[in-house]
């Protein structure tokens, strides 16, 4: 009876034991592969800080195997050799060997090793400096270059590629982290203080940061790009980004201008070179040239701005923007347009 209700089991586990195993295995490969992407991984570096981490990443980690092989040799060798009694003298010197001295050289090359690697230790003075500010759930990036006008982004870091970059990291609200993975370790965002992080991008490319400090309920969807290019194509960026906007110039632009101010976009968002000015939100006066929005959360274009301002809250759940559905279909298409077209 016992037989017969245990091949009834296995018979009605067998069909989906080979599918469960094939999920499995499709799950760990994806977990697998997309640590392999280099837009937002450690072990694909494209910094000299990261570098760094990387290659203390692999020294711990080879060091690591090398003495757990060895462990387990001598666990061997003990298990299978023929018991005999050693003297006293053999085993204290192997005590004081193997779990004295061995140790406390194998920790203090480690100790020497890795605390110039530590913030405290490094030469922190930047060739630029970007003010980086976690808000919910959001990072407000402040550019004060020499020469030009002070600007702000919003989830877009744009770095020339080689300088040495000081971020000075601050909180409007609770705890955030910055983490940019491919570049630098991460540093935590603390309200009422200045954090710095110095990094040197040394790897031209689009890179991806995320907050790494649980937030708020959308702290999983606040993520920024982090775009790393030659010298002189930041400074045309940067040069761009610091002049007011483009006026509004079709007919459908120029009603999305007037939605804007209609509805009191303003009250929180500031569009250079209008009257608009307000300072809660990120400022839109190149947000139509941002890679993505809502902290990386969608691609960039009039059906993602749109579909954000009808129903942030059905997107990202938490955040301040309000919505702003009792706008008609062609008052929302419009207000998207113009802001696409904010380049
Ligand atoms: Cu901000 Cu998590």
Same mark, same amino acid.
């Given at each position: 009876m016992r037989n017969a209700r245990? +091949?009834?089991?296995? +018979? !009605?586990?067998?069909? @989906?034991?080979?599918r469960l195993t094939s999920l499995a295995a499709a799950a760990l490969s994806l977990a697998i592969l997309s640590a392999c992407d280099g837009r937002q991984s450690s072990l694909d570096p494209a910094g000299r800080e990261a570098t760094e981490i990387s290659q203390l990443f692999w020294t711990m980690t080879i060091g690591g195997a090398v003495i757990w092989s060895l462990v387990m040799a001598l666990l061997a060798y003990a298990l299978m050799s023929r018991r005999r009694v050693h003297p006293e003298r053999t085993a204290s010197v192997t005590v004081w060997s193997g779990g004295i001295v061995a140790p406390a050289i194998t920790l203090t090359a480690l100790l020497v090793y890795s605390l110039p690697l530590m913030p405290a230790y490094r030469d922190q003075t930047g060739d630029l400096a970007v003010e980086v500010t976690g808000e919910q759930y959001w990072f407000r990036m402040r550019y004060r270059l020499p020469g030009r006008d002070a600007f702000?982004?919003?989830? &877009?870091? +744009?770095?020339? %590629?080689? *300088? +040495?970059? &000081?971020?000075?990291?601050?909180s409007a609200d609770v705890i955030h982290s910055f983490w940019a993975p491919a570049l630098a370790g991460k540093m935590d965002m603390i309200p009422g203080r200045a954090n710095r992080l110095v990094l040197e991008p040394r790897k031209a490319g689009r890179y991806r940061g995320v907050c790494a400090e649980l937030c708020g309920e959308s702290h999983a969807l606040m993520a920024f790009d982090i775009i790393v290019e030659e010298p002189e194509r930041f400074a045309d960026w940067a040069r761009e980004q610091s002049l007011a906007?483009?006026?509004?110039?079709?007919?459908? &632009?120029? !009603?999305?201008?007037?939605?804007? $101010? *209609?509805?009191? @976009?303003? $009250? @929180?968002?500031?569009? !250079?070179?209008?009257?608009h000015v307000g300072a809660a939100g990120?400022?839109?006066?190149?947000?139509?040239? /941002?890679?993505?929005?809502? *902290?990386?959360?969608?691609?960039?274009?009039?059906?993602?701005?749109?579909?954000?301002?009808a129903a942030p809250q059905d997107l990202k759940p938490g955040t301040t923007m309000p919505a702003f /559905?009792?706008?008609?279909?062609?008052?929302? !298409?419009?207000? $998207?347009?113009? %802001? $696409?077209?904010l380049k």
């Amino acid at each position: 009876m016992r037989n017969a209700r245990r +091949r009834l089991v296995s +018979r !009605r586990l067998s069909p @989906c034991a080979p599918r469960l195993t094939s999920l499995a295995a499709a799950a760990l490969s994806l977990a697998i592969l997309s640590a392999c992407d280099g837009r937002q991984s450690s072990l694909d570096p494209a910094g000299r800080e990261a570098t760094e981490i990387s290659q203390l990443f692999w020294t711990m980690t080879i060091g690591g195997a090398v003495i757990w092989s060895l462990v387990m040799a001598l666990l061997a060798y003990a298990l299978m050799s023929r018991r005999r009694v050693h003297p006293e003298r053999t085993a204290s010197v192997t005590v004081w060997s193997g779990g004295i001295v061995a140790p406390a050289i194998t920790l203090t090359a480690l100790l020497v090793y890795s605390l110039p690697l530590m913030p405290a230790y490094r030469d922190q003075t930047g060739d630029l400096a970007v003010e980086v500010t976690g808000e919910q759930y959001w990072f407000r990036m402040r550019y004060r270059l020499p020469g030009r006008d002070a600007f702000e982004t919003a989830n &877009e870091l +744009r770095l020339p %590629l080689g *300088a +040495r970059v &000081e971020l000075v990291l601050k909180s409007a609200d609770v705890i955030h982290s910055f983490w940019a993975p491919a570049l630098a370790g991460k540093m935590d965002m603390i309200p009422g203080r200045a954090n710095r992080l110095v990094l040197e991008p040394r790897k031209a490319g689009r890179y991806r940061g995320v907050c790494a400090e649980l937030c708020g309920e959308s702290h999983a969807l606040m993520a920024f790009d982090i775009i790393v290019e030659e010298p002189e194509r930041f400074a045309d960026w940067a040069r761009e980004q610091s002049l007011a906007a483009f006026a509004a110039a079709t007919v459908e &632009e120029k !009603r999305g201008e007037q939605v804007f $101010a *209609a509805v009191g @976009c303003a $009250a @929180c968002h500031a569009i !250079r070179g209008s009257a608009h000015v307000g300072a809660a939100g990120p400022d839109l006066t190149h947000v139509g040239g /941002r890679p993505t929005i809502a *902290a990386g959360l969608l691609p960039n274009n009039v059906g993602t701005l749109a579909g954000w301002i009808a129903a942030p809250q059905d997107l990202k759940p938490g955040t301040t923007m309000p919505a702003f /559905r009792t706008l008609s279909g062609p008052d929302l !298409r419009a207000l $998207a347009a113009y %802001l $696409a077209a904010l380049k």
